[in-house]
């Protein structure tokens, strides 16, 4: 898949595609059934999603807090398995925003990617204070030549999916729900980082991997399954918060163990899937009831991970 940041600057061999628009935070199981009605739309063309980085959220609330489900290269990797062959990851800054609705269909749209078909949900909004329609984006499509199909959401049992009821999920405590919604487990990716190695002292070494721009789900202790840069898997116990036992530091952090794992990981970037929810995060008295707690957790985590159908992060 070939990624394009500049609007300005795109090949022309690769312009004249069907375009999928929207931010495709998660690419969920909503996001591929845009995708799906993209391909089956125009199979003839090549398939592309446009999207913005960073997100407009993050440029108009800085001071909100994290709260994406995929960072860059996992969207770009999920979209890339989805039969994408282009992603136009443009850029977005404070000039950009500023483009009215007409204008970005016209110049980004039409004159610099030329698509060829659009593909949008019914409440794509887009333009300076997100004025364009998915009605006048109809309008004005049909007028320069450019196909359009509208496609109604992906829903179940309790509405729209979408990626902030997946969030939502995942703050609750429901990582089983987000992964229905998503149609796969939901994981943090991230580069392991020198810890305190405390859990070496009590038996638990662990992996160390700050959140970053990732969502933080409900502070606790996690079942597991840890995907290798090679590939092999483990499965783990991990904890997502601020370890009140032995921290007093503001910062969240992943801390994963993996079971029957020995070697180095400082410096792996690992894909850490959460499969079940097992205690809220508590403070223990020291370190020797948090060491029989962390004990019981594992054995937790073991018995669920054993009867999973698919081990893979």
């Given at each position: 898949m070939q990624v394009y940041s500049d609007w300005r600057a795109v090949p022309a061999e690769a312009r004249g595609a069907c375009i999928a628009l929207g931010n495709f935070d998660?690419?969920?199981?909503?996001?591929?059934?845009?995708?799906?009605?993209?391909?089956?739309?125009?199979?003839?063309?090549?398939?592309?999603?446009?999207?913005?980085?960073?997100h407009p959220r993050e440029l108009f609330r800085p001071d909100d807090p994290p709260f994406h489900l995929t960072l860059p290269a996992a969207r770009a990797r999920l979209l890339a398995e989805?039969?994408?062959?282009?992603?136009?990851?443009?850029?977005?800054?404070?000039?950009?925003?500023?483009?009215?609705?007409?204008?970005?269909?016209?110049q980004v749209l039409a004159s610099s990617l030329g698509a060829r078909h659009l593909i949008c949900g019914p409440d794509y909004a887009f333009g300076r204070r997100r004025g364009g329609t998915a009605a006048l984006l109809s309008r004005r499509a049909e007028e320069l030549g450019i196909g359009v199909t509208i496609?109604?959401?992906?829903?179940?049992?309790?509405?729209?999916?979408?990626?902030?009821?997946?969030r939502r999920s995942l703050q609750d405590g429901y990582p089983e729900r987000a992964s229905e919604?998503?149609?796969?487990?939901?994981?943090?990716?991230?580069?392991v980082a020198n810890g305190d190695k405390r859990g070496r002292t009590i038996g638990f070494p662990t992996a160390n991997i700050a959140l970053g721009r990732h969502l933080e789900p409900a502070r606790g202790v996690y079942a597991v399954v840890v995907e290798l840069p090679d590939g092999s898997t483990f499965g783990g116990a991990a904890n997502i918060g601020r370890r009140p036992t032995v921290s007093t530091g503001p910062e969240s952090r992943l801390e994963v163990h993996l079971?029957?794992?020995?070697?180095?990981?400082?410096?792996?970037?690992?894909?850490?899937?959460?499969?079940?929810?097992?205690?809220?995060?508590?403070?223990?008295?020291g370190l020797e009831e948090l060491r029989a707690q962390i004990d019981l957790d594992c054995l937790e985590a073991r018995r669920i991970l054993d009867v999973l159908p698919c081990r893979s992060a």
């Amino acid at each position: 898949m070939q990624v394009y940041s500049d609007w300005r600057a795109v090949p022309a061999e690769a312009r004249g595609a069907c375009i999928a628009l929207g931010n495709f935070d998660g690419v969920h199981r909503g996001h591929r059934h845009l995708i799906s009605s993209g391909h089956a739309a125009r199979p003839d063309l090549p398939l592309a999603v446009l999207t913005f980085e960073p997100h407009p959220r993050e440029l108009f609330r800085p001071d909100d807090p994290p709260f994406h489900l995929t960072l860059p290269a996992a969207r770009a990797r999920l979209l890339a398995e989805n039969r994408v062959s282009l992603l136009y990851q443009l850029d977005f800054d404070a000039a950009f925003s500023g483009m009215a609705a007409d204008d970005f269909i016209d110049q980004v749209l039409a004159s610099s990617l030329g698509a060829r078909h659009l593909i949008c949900g019914p409440d794509y909004a887009f333009g300076r204070r997100r004025g364009g329609t998915a009605a006048l984006l109809s309008r004005r499509a049909e007028e320069l030549g450019i196909g359009v199909t509208i496609v109604a959401p992906l829903e179940d049992a309790s509405g729209p999916i979408s990626s902030s009821r997946i969030r939502r999920s995942l703050q609750d405590g429901y990582p089983e729900r987000a992964s229905e919604l998503l149609g796969r487990p939901w994981l943090i990716e991230g580069e392991v980082a020198n810890g305190d190695k405390r859990g070496r002292t009590i038996g638990f070494p662990t992996a160390n991997i700050a959140l970053g721009r990732h969502l933080e789900p409900a502070r606790g202790v996690y079942a597991v399954v840890v995907e290798l840069p090679d590939g092999s898997t483990f499965g783990g116990a991990a904890n997502i918060g601020r370890r009140p036992t032995v921290s007093t530091g503001p910062e969240s952090r992943l801390e994963v163990h993996l079971f029957d794992f020995t070697g180095d990981l400082y410096g792996m970037v690992l894909r850490v899937s959460l499969h079940a929810f097992l205690r809220a995060e508590r403070k223990f008295s020291g370190l020797e009831e948090l060491r029989a707690q962390i004990d019981l957790d594992c054995l937790e985590a073991r018995r669920i991970l054993d009867v999973l159908p698919c081990r893979s992060a």
